[in-house]
């Protein structure tokens, strides 16, 4: 299968719930050549007012010749939708990636990651190198016979036992694994739905810092990753 666009995000809500199947998480896309970032339960959701933190998020652009350059996003507000919008990029990219942390809740650190990898969908892994320079959490997205493998790497290395949901355009859990020793988690043709498809994954560590003058005992990391299917007339 061969997908034109990945797009992605990463990030969950003001507050930690126990299962990630009812948090808002921000999300990026690309929408018409523009990158489009926005707070919601889904891909679907658009309309939900950012928190503060994660209004201040930012994007970066990596270049297919290897730049790294800031994306300009303004605020947009209508009906349909709340979030933020960059202009459209003059050189041509290949990925988008996004870290922001929301704060400390009930002494959790609360990180927040985005991808969007642009263009057709890899079929080696290697073409993700650049963003482990930017990400401690990210997928890699891969092109199969079958549909899309998926490998989640958290700080340069495989993360094993991690739950991976898969969502379509409207909103629907399409379907959800849990990643063996490699990272990886794969999903079918028929799981994959024709439009915009979208990843969520949580990892927990423990660790200890601060946040200005509070104290963490444990960090919550979630990734949100999106991806443009558009081969449902030819299955």
Not at 147 to 176: I, N, Q, T, Y
Not at 214 to 228: C, D, G, I, P, R
């Amino acid at each position: 299968m061969k997908l034109p666009i990945l797009l992605a995000v990463a990030t969950l809500g003001p507050f930690v719930i126990q299962s990630i199947t009812e948090a808002h998480f921000p999300w990026l896309c690309v929408e018409e050549g523009k990158a489009v970032y926005f707070f919601g339960e889904s891909p679907a959701e658009r309309n939900y007012k950012l928190p503060p933190t994660i209004a201040k998020a930012e994007v970066y652009a990596l270049g297919k010749a290897g730049q790294v350059d800031k994306v300009p996003l303004k605020t947009v507000e209508s009906d349909d939708f709340i979030g933020l919008t960059s202009p459209t990029p003059n050189n041509p990219i290949s990925a988008l990636v996004s870290k922001v942390t929301y704060g400390i809740y009930d002494g959790m650190a609360l990180n927040y990651y985005t991808q969007s990898q642009v263009g057709s969908l890899p079929t080696d892994r290697n073409a993700y190198a650049p963003i482990s320079k930017h990400l401690n959490l990210y997928a890699q997205v891969i092109d199969t016979e079958a549909g899309v493998d998926v490998f989640v790497v958290w700080m340069g290395k495989p993360l094993s036992g991690a739950e991976v949901r898969l969502l379509c355009e409207d909103g629907h859990e399409e379907g959800s694994g849990t990643t063996d020793k490699d990272g990886k988690v794969s999903f079918s043709d028929q799981e994959v739905e024709d439009g915009l498809n979208g990843l969520v994954v949580g990892h927990n560590v423990e660790e200890t810092g601060k946040i200005g003058n509070q104290e963490f005992q444990k960090s919550a990391n979630y990734l949100t990753m999106t991806f443009v299917e558009t081969r449902g007339s030819e299955k």
